[in-house]
C-alpha cells in the first residue's frame, strides 16, 4: 500500500506524535518563581523574549504551572519544543501537524476549551508567524511562544506577528527574585525591618550586586562563575550577531563588545570609538558600528541611555550611557582593577526601572552636572533618580545634592530620589536632604513590589 507522505516526513510526523505523548506526562521542575507581567489582552500571543540564559523556558514553565494550578487540566497545557534535531527540515506547512495530532487524540477539547501551547524555540521553523496568526484566528486556543534572541528579537515578533502578539522580557533575576533563589522570603515592608534582617539583605544585596542575576551563575564561586558569563555573551556574538546578521567584521565587534562590557555606566560616542579603533590600524565605518551597536542591544546584551531631551537631534548627537544587562556581566569583563561597587549599583538601578517600565534618560544640566535618571513610567509622574554608593562623606553628599537641585530647577522641580549603598547612608543623606528629595537605601527600593505600592 502507498502513502502520499514521504518516509522523512512521515518519520518527523511519528517524532510529533511521540513529543505530544511526552508533553502531556511531563512535570515542570521546581522554579524560583519569576515577577514578570504577562499583558491581559485576549487573542494574542505571548512572545517571551530577553536575552540568552536569562530564564525564558522556565518561565514557559512557570506559567503552565500557573494554569494547572489554577485549574485547566494536564492534557490542556501542551509544552513543545522544537529544539530538536529529529525536526531539522520541518517547514511552516508542517507545522499543523502539532495541532492536528494533538487534536486526534483530545478532540472533547477543540473548540469547547482553551487549550494552552508553550512553543518553544519555534523560531527555527521558517513561516512560524503564519502559522501562529493563523492559529490564532482559527482554533481556541492561547499560545505562548519563546526562543532565542537570534531570530525572535521583541521588534522582529511584533512585525512578524502583524499585532498578533504581546511581549514579556525576561531579565536575569531581580534583587527580590534573587532573594527567593537563596530561599529568603522578600519582606512585605522593606522600609520596616529589624536590624538584624536589615544587615542580612545589605550583606545579601553585595553578594547579588557582585554575582547578578543569571539562574545558572548563582553560588558559583568566581573562578566558575566569570567564565560562565564570558560564554554567555561570546554566544550572543557569534549566535546572535554575526551567524543572525552576517556580519564580517568580528574584530570590531568583539572590540566594540569589551569596550561597552569594560565601561559600565560610562558614556559611549560611536564617533570617538571609531577613531580609536582606526588608531589600532582597524578600519570600520561608523554605519557599521551603529549597526553593531543596535544588533547588541536587540540581543539584550547592552542597554543604551540617552541624555534626556525632547530634541531627537540632541538625543542623536550626545554620548549615551551603557549599561550591561546584568550586573555580574560587569566583574568578568573591567580590567581596571577598581572597586565595581558603583557601577554595580547604577546598573542595578537601571535594569529595575527597565524591567518596570520606565522610560530613562540621564539629565546633563547647563552648569555641568549630571544626574543619572529621568525615569518615566508608562502611567504616572516622571522623577529624578540618583544613585551612589557612599554617601558617608559630607562633601559627597553635598555635591550629589547640588547635582539634583541642578536638574530639578531644570526639569519642573520634579521629585528626586537618591539611592545609597546602606540604610545608615540613606538616613545621613536624608537628614540633609531638600524638599522634595527622597534618600532610600537602594536595596530597599529594590524590594518594593510596584503593584502593591
Known amino acids: 500500500m502507498c502513502s502520499n507522505v514521504s518516509s522523512p516526513k512521515r518519520h518527523m510526523r511519528d517524532v510529533i506524535r511521540q513529543k505530544l505523548a511526552d508533553a502531556l506526562v511531563f512535570e515542570p521542575p521546581a522554579l524560583t518563581p519569576r515577577e514578570a507581567r504577562l499583558p491581559n489582552i485576549p487573542r494574542r ?10 530564564g525564558k523556558t522556565y518561565f514557559l514553565f512557570q506559567c503552565l504551572r500557573e494554569r494547572l494550578d489554577g485549574g485547566a487540566p494536564r492534557e490542556a497545557l501542551v509544552y513543545f519544543s ?35 501551547f508553550f512553543f518553544d524555540e519555534i523560531q527555527v521553523v521558517p513561516g512560524w508567524e503564519t502559522f501562529v496568526r493563523r492559529v490564532l484566528d482559527s482554533e481556541k486556543v492561547e499560545v505562548f511562544v519563546s526562543g ?21 522580557v525576561i531579565f536575569p533575576f531581580s534583587f527580590r527574585e534573587f532573594l527567593r533563589h537563596r530561599g529568603v522570603e522578600p519582606p512585605e515592608d522593606p522600609a520596616f525591618v529589624p536590624k538584624a534582617r536589615r544587615s542580612q ?43 543572525r546578521h552576517g556580519v564580517t567584521n568580528v574584530v570590531a565587534l568583539r572590540r566594540l563588545t569589551r569596550q561597552l562590557l569594560g565601561a559600565a555606566t560610562g558614556m559611549f560616542s560611536v564617533h570617538r570609538f571609531m577613531n580609536d579603533l582606526r588608531s589600532q590600524g582597524v578600519a570600520v565605518a561608523k554605519d557599521t558600528l551603529h549597526a553593531l551597536l543596535s544588533h547588541l542591544e536587540d540581543a539584550f546584551l547592552v542597554r543604551l541611555v540617552p541624555v534626556a531631551t525632547s530634541s531627537e537631534r540632541q538625543r542623536q548627537s550626545n554620548p549615551r ?12 569583563f573591567d580590567r581596571s582593577g577598581k572597586s565595581n561597587l558603583g557601577h554595580a549599583l547604577e546598573t542595578a538601578v537601571l535594569i529595575e526601572l527597565e524591567r518596570r517600565g520606565y522610560e530613562c534618560g540621564y539629565v ?44 530639578r530647577a531644570a526639569h519642573r522641580r520634579l521629585p ?17 536632604a531638600p524638599k522634595g528629595v527622597e534618600a532610600r537605601p537602594a536595596w530597599e527600593w529594590l524590594l518594593v513590589n510596584e503593584e502593591r505600592a
Open 364 to 407: 546633563r544640566t547647563p552648569e555641568g552636572f549630571e544626574v543619572d535618571f529621568l525615569a518615566t513610567p508608562i502611567t504616572g509622574k516622571p522623577s529624578l533618580i540618583q544613585v551612589c554608593a557612599d554617601t558617608a562623606d559630607p562633601a559627597t553628599r553635598a555635591r550629589e545634592f547640588r547635582a539634583i537641585e541642578a536638574a
Open 148 to 168: 532565542s534572541s537570534a531570530k525572535m528579537l521583541s521588534r522582529e515578533v511584533a512585525t512578524a506577528l502583524r499585532g498578533r502578539a504581546t511581549e514579556t
Open 82 to 116: 522544537f529544539e530538536d534535531e529529529r525536526l531539522a527540515g520541518l517547514g511552516a506547512a508542517e507545522l499543523g501537524w502539532v495541532l492536528e495530532e494533538y487534536f486526534v487524540r483530545f478532540p472533547q477539547f477543540r473548540d469547547r476549551r482553551v487549550v494552552t
Open 201 to 243: 539583605l545589605e550583606k545579601l544585596f553585595r553578594e547579588y550586586l557582585a554575582e547578578g542575576g543569571f539562574p545558572e551563575a548563582q553560588g558559583l564561586a568566581p573562578r566558575d562563575r566569570l567564565p560562565l558569563l564570558q560564554s554567555y555573551v561570546d554566544a550572543v556574538i557569534f549566535r546572535d550577531v554575526v551567524e
Open 321 to 332: 550611557k551603557v549599561y550591561p544587562v546584568d550586573t555580574g556581566l560587569i566583574g568578568a
Open 45 to 54: 500571543a505571548h512572545a517571551v523574549t530577553g536575552m540568552r540564559r536569562a
Open 416 to 432: 528626586a530620589l537618591l539611592l545609597t549603598l546602606s540604610a545608615s547612608d540613606a538616613a545621613a543623606a536624608q537628614a540633609e
